[in-house]
């Protein structure tokens, strides 16, 4: 699903919720101004089971929606203030979406470059095998050539060149797998300063919506720590969770010895007060905010590190070909002489 698209459809849904327009109506006309995809194919199947007058609750069960869209929905509906929680959804996917841009910018161009050198390295191993290789060792074995110390050396290296393809290609398979895998990515990368506060920011945001929409904090903690990817946070979840059923009231003890979410979130939301809600939407924009200068600082670092990383995968490979011709320039010499 792209938040992007998901949030600007519920900004348009609500709109036309407060405009008087009939929800079956709204989902039908903005489901026939979508483009094919899995997301257009859920709203359809929703809009079609809430038209034969299936309730909202039952009708959310079976779509492929994020689980706390459908949440928020139902308490939207018991509340009777829809178009408001379509809203703050649509905010919320849409700061996700923000922050997950430039994380994937900050990813892409590595990728990229590990490709480039995929390629090169390949080719260079291709030519050596097939071409370059064979053609020397039948030169040098014929001529009793002294090789230099260098070619010497290369020679060695070269007969395990498709090491050098494996290793990138297993570094880049690496990448795209924490790049497009949930799960992995929720292993690795919150240990990065950007992507640990993008997951507290998502995490804050999370829970503002859910308690500002009247869910208890033990449920919402629950339905977050359901949520999250990454195994650390969930971990911090399900310990408040824990120090909530234990009969702890204060939030600055329920969150005590965090994992992965650092103290001044906790003080941040204590700061709050009574009102936990408006604390976790105090800490949703600050880590946001933070999550965003980090993406921006760690993508201008990339860049010369992705560059010089391709630049001596490149002279690494070349030079060890290029030495191979020293024997025949120093023939030449010779001769010349």
């Known amino acids: 699903m792209k938040q992007d698209e998901f949030a600007f459809f519920n900004q348009q849904l609500a709109a036309m919720l407060r405009d008087g327009i009939p929800l079956e109506g709204a ?4 489901c026939a101004e979508m483009r ?4 257009r194919d859920e709203l359809q199947a929703l809009e079609g089971d809430l038209a034969k007058g299936v309730p909202m609750a ?13 949440r928020m929905i139902v308490v939207g509906v018991k509340g009777n203030d829809l178009p408001g929680a379509l809203t703050m959804l649509a905010d919320y996917f849409q700061r996700q979406n923000q922050v997950w841009t430039r994380l994937k910018s900050m990813m892409t161009y590595p990728i990229i470059v590990m490709f480039v050198a995929l390629l090169i390295s390949l080719v260079l191993a291709f030519m050596w095998t097939c071409a370059i290789g064979p053609a020397f060792k039948d030169i040098f074995s014929g001529m009793g050539v002294r090789l230099p110390g260098f070619t010497i050396f290369a020679l060695s290296t070269l007969k395990s060149i498709w090491a050098f393809p494996a290793a990138i290609c297993l570094l880049l398979a690496i ?19 950007a992507f ?9 945001a ?3 919506l859910l308690l500002k929409n009247g869910v208890s904090l033990p449920e919402a903690i629950g339905l977050t720590e359901q949520l999250e990817t990454s195994p650390a946070a969930a971990a911090d ?3 408040w969770k824990k120090n909530l059923a234990g009969g702890v009231a204060k939030f600055s003890e329920v969150s005590a010895k965090n994992k992965m979410i650092p103290p001044m979130f906790t003080w941040i939301v204590s700061g709050a007060g009574e009102n936990l809600a408006e604390g976790f939407q105090r800490a949703a924009e600050i880590y946001h905010s933070r999550a965003i200068y980090r993406t921006e600082v760690a993508l201008y670092s990339v860049l010369p590190f992705a560059s010089l990383f391709l630049g001596v995968v490149v002279l690494s490979q070349a030079s060890l070909v290029i030495s191979m011709f020293l024997p025949l320039i120093a ?4 001769m010349s002489n």
Not at 27 to 30: A, G, T
């Open 27 to 30: 989902l039908k006309r903005l």
């Open 36 to 39: 094919a995809g899995s997301l």
């Open 58 to 70: 039952e009708a959310l069960v079976p779509r492929k929606l994020p689980e706390l869209y459908k």
């Open 175 to 193: 990448m795209l797998c924490v790049v497009f895998v949930p799960a992995v990515r929720g292993k690795i990368l919150w240990r990065l300063p």
């Open 196 to 204: 640990k506060e993008a997951t507290v920011s998502r995490i804050a």
């Open 206 to 208: 999370s829970l503002h």
């Open 237 to 239: 979840l399900q310990q």
């Open 331 to 334: 023939m030449l010499n010779n």
